[in-house]
């Protein structure tokens, strides 16, 4: 089984930039596809992005398409989220998810909370 931790959360101004990143212990990363969820206050879990074991393939929620970028250094057990032009609508807790297969979603990690003001 494997360990997940987010971190890189915090406050930003609309237009900003964080970067989050998922540590994973107990198992190597590279046994898994890896993804991002995000909920908004109120409102269900929703995906974010996806990796493949490999790298090769990715995958984005539309709204966050050419802003968000996910990418994995399996070397330091580490998934990252790249995010750059924040928008308001982006505030959210964000999850770290490791899979056994594309696209499910079997470990999850605790949340990190990302707040982008206007």
């Known amino acids: 089984q494997v360990q997940l931790v987010e971190s890189g959360g915090g406050l930003v101004q609309a237009g900003g930039s964080l970067r989050l990143s998922c540590v994973a212990s107990?198992?190597?990363?590279?046994?898994?596809?890896m993804s991002w969820f995000r909920q908004a206050p109120g409102k269900e879990r929703a995906f974010v992005a996806s990796i493949s074991r490999n790298g090769g393939m990715t995958r984005y929620l539309d709204s966050v398409k050419g802003r968000f970028t996910i990418s994995r250094d399996d070397a330091k057990n580490t998934v990252y989220l790249q995010m750059n032009s924040l928008k308001p609508e982006d505030t959210a807790v964000y999850y770290c998810?490791?899979?056994?297969?594309?696209?499910?979603?079997?470990?999850w990690g605790q949340g990190t909370q990302v707040t982008v003001s206007s």
């Open positions: 998810v490791a899979g056994i297969v594309l696209g499910s979603t079997d470990y």
């Open positions: 107990g198992r190597t990363l590279s046994t898994y596809s």
